[in-house]
Nanobody, 129 residues
Framework: EIQLVQSGGGSVQAGESLRLSCQGS????????IGWFRRAPYQTREGVAC????????YYHPSVRGRFTFSSDDARNTVYLQMDNLKPEDTAEYFC??????????????????????WGEGTQVTVSS
């Protein structure tokens, strides 16, 4: 059984940083596409940072490029989302997710997670101005 356990998040002021973690079990990281997604109130879910099954470059949503960094620790089966220079518009619930099929980073984010079955429980990020 695949499990994704998230940690991190919280409430910060604009310009501050947070790091989210997502530790997986029950699967082999190298065999899955891995992504971070978020859903703001009254907004549709969007892909924030994604790494496709074929690996290659991480895709970042244009609104977070240069501020967010996706990284992984394969030995710990953990991926991270370092979020710097946070803005109020980054306020959302953040989720990690994995998919055994999606090959490219762009595709995983562009699909906004639809069709993905395995998700973390979500963690709230609130940024105040």
């Amino acid at each position: 059984e695949i499990q994704l356990v998230q940690s991190g998040g919280g409430s910060v002021q604009a310009g501050e940083s947070l790091r989210l973690s997502c530790q997986g079990s029950g699967f082999t990281f190298d065999d899955y596409a891995i992504g971070w997604f978020r859903r703001a109130p009254y907004q549709t879910r969007e892909g924030v940072a994604c790494l496709g099954k074929s690996r290659g470059q991480v895709y970042y949503h244009p609104s977070v490029r240069g501020r967010f960094t996706f990284s992984s620790d394969d030995a710990r089966n953990t991926v991270y989302l370092q979020m710097d220079n946070l803005k109020p518009e980054d306020t959302a619930e953040y989720f990690c997710a994995v998919d055994p099929v999606v090959l490219t980073s762009v595709a995983l984010c562009a699909n906004k997670g639809y069709g993905v079955d395995d998700w973390g429980e979500g963690t709230q990020v609130t940024v105040s101005s």
